[in-house]
């Protein structure tokens, strides 16, 4: 059993009601109930944290590595093009992580084209909607299952 931890950027603790054309009309709370009754189903412990301040999510990162943590479903939100003091808590943790975006940023304007995080991640979805969630989770259970897993290597 691996325990997951799901880190949430600003502002998306509005989904449900914030541009539902680009994040659609679930909650983030619905979202994160439907991932932790997945993770379970997996034999794994899932927990999520949202914040809009850089701070906190850079504290919860090392909270989750002292609390060992296996793997970090990451939505940095604007923090993907912003914040370098979150990329390196995710490279000085050395855990691992999968980067989350709900919409492709590379179908918005160009300053979300770059992410500060991406080259760091095992992998990225985005573009999915809150389905990024459960196709993020899926690949990181499959990874976390799977000692075989060449980038499991690399840790």
């Known amino acids: ?3 997951i931890l799901v880190l949430n950027g600003p502002n998306l603790a509005r989904l449900g009601e914030r541009e539902p054309e680009l994040y659609g009309l679930r909650d983030l709370a619905s ?6 009754m997945l993770a379970a189903s997996r034999g794994h412990e899932l927990f999520a944290f949202q914040s809009e301040e850089e701070a906190a999510l850079v504290g919860e990162v ?3 590595k002292r609390a060992g943590t296996g793997l970090i479903l990451l939505n940095p939100a604007a923090f993907t093009h912003t914040s370098i003091a979150l990329r390196d808590a995710l490279a000085g943790s050395r855990l691992p992580f999968i980067e989350v ?4 940023p590379h179908r918005r304007e160009p300053f979300r084209r770059r992410s ?3 080259d760091l991640a095992l992998g990225v979805v985005a573009g999915f909607g809150p389905a990024s969630y459960r196709l ?4 990181g259970c499959a990874w976390l299952e799977d000692e075989r897993t060449p980038s499991r290597l690399h840790r």
């Open 136 to 139: 993020a989770l899926e690949a």
């Open 116 to 118: 500060l995080f991406s």
């Open 101 to 104: 975006h709900l919409s492709n």
């Open 31 to 36: 979202i994160e109930a439907e991932l932790r």
């Open 1 to 3: 059993m691996a325990r």
């Open 62 to 64: 090392w909270k989750a």
